[in-house]
């Protein structure tokens, strides 16, 4: 039998334990954008040890809700491990901690830069030219300064960059970055690939940049004559079959398709087996560009551009291109030029 006295004690005591409850399982803002962090990179496994190693430099100081976010946001503009760095030597330096050492995480301590055709290799953040004289700076947000040059330039969105960034953690220099140029035979400015097509692709390479992942274009733009040449490939012609469509069936022949591949370290083109191909496609996809990862023959290399129409449609163009060419079929997709 429960009396009174013991019924009151039970629910307060109820009540209490509720309140805690509520007050243990609600996240900070912080821990909130971490989980939807980890969330948008599942399938970037580099780009999620680098967060691990950012929130465990974080943990280290302090930090209120409200900075910790911060944080976060500013490790999200391009999750990847120099960036990690960069963020947790920002915090340092805003903290006065150790000048030295928060200057060692905010600047690159070795490795070599390729912009603007010129080759730098880099000492503690400093950028030396050929004969060893400082022409600039760089940061481990991918910050380039020139001296001379106005304008700051970016390891990012400068598609022909080539860099590596180069620290040392626990005593050892390890690579944080390592990006090759993404387009060195400019196949994404050729007059035959869609103008608007071109930007999407650029726009998803400046991303996987930005994640860390060195990728570069392989083919775009294919004529006709040389579809129906791959299509006999394993037909009529010797070789393994590398096509189903014939000339006029690829959204290649339109301007409209590429293949995007990953980068050796030591830059050459590469197909590899455990590639990020997933979050690639993910970022493709996020341009509006449909991935051929998802097909039931995957092309994980492959992205197009049809707003409207489907990947099997291609052929639907073959009489308006003979007419009226590239243009004639990008202004009936309403996907034409811009002035
Ligand atoms: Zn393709």
Redesign the pocket.
């Known amino acids: 039998m429960t009396s009174a006295t013991d019924t009151g004690i039970d629910a307060s005591g109820a009540t209490r334990a509720a309140a805690d409850a509520t007050a243990a399982a609600a996240p900070s803002a912080a821990s909130r954008r971490e989980q939807e962090i980890r969330a948008e990179l599942a399938n970037n496994p580099q780009a999620l040890q680098a967060l691990d190693r950012l929130v465990a430099g974080l943990d280290a100081y302090a930090l209120d809700d409200a900075r910790r976010v911060q944080a976060l946001d500013d490790f999200m503009a391009a999750p990847n491990a120099a960036t990690a760095a960069y963020v947790e030597g920002r915090i340092a330096q805003a903290l006065g901690e150790d000048f030295a050492a928060a200057h060692a995480l905010v600047s690159p301590d070795a490795g070599t830069l390729t912009i603007g055709g010129q080759v730098y290799s880099i000492d503690h953040g400093a950028l030396l030219d050929a004969d060893g004289r400082q022409a600039g700076t760089i940061t481990n947000d991918g910050v380039v300064r020139l001296d001379g040059e106005e304008q700051a330039r970016n390891v990012y969105t400068d598609l022909s960059a080539r860099v590596q960034l180069r620290e040392t953690i626990d005593g050892e220099l390890s690579t944080l970055l390592d990006l090759h140029p993404a387009d060195r035979r400019g196949r994404l400015d050729d007059a035959n690939v869609n103008r608007q097509f071109a930007d999407r692709v650029k726009d998803t390479l400046v991303r996987a940049r930005q994640e860390g992942m060195a990728m570069q274009m392989?083919?775009v733009y294919?004529t006709f004559a040389h579809q129906d040449q791959l299509y006999a490939q394993g037909r009529t012609e010797p070789g393994q079959r590398v096509?189903n469509a014939r000339g006029g069936q690829?959204?290649?022949n339109y301007g409209l398709?590429?293949?995007v591949v990953f980068s050796t370290p030591a830059g050459q083109p590469s197909w590899p087996e455990d590639g990020n191909w997933t979050r690639y496609g993910e970022i493709a996809e996020a341009q509006g560009l449909t991935w051929?990862g998802r097909w039931q023959n995957p092309?994980r290399?492959?992205?197009?551009y049809h707003p409207g129409f489907g990947a099997s449609d291609a052929g639907d163009f073959i009489a308006t291109h003979g007419r009226d060419g590239l243009e004639g079929v990008w202004d009936r997709m309403d996907i034409g030029q811009q002035p």
């Open positions: 392989d083919l294919r096509t690829s959204w290649h398709g590429a293949d051929g092309d290399p492959h992205v197009e």
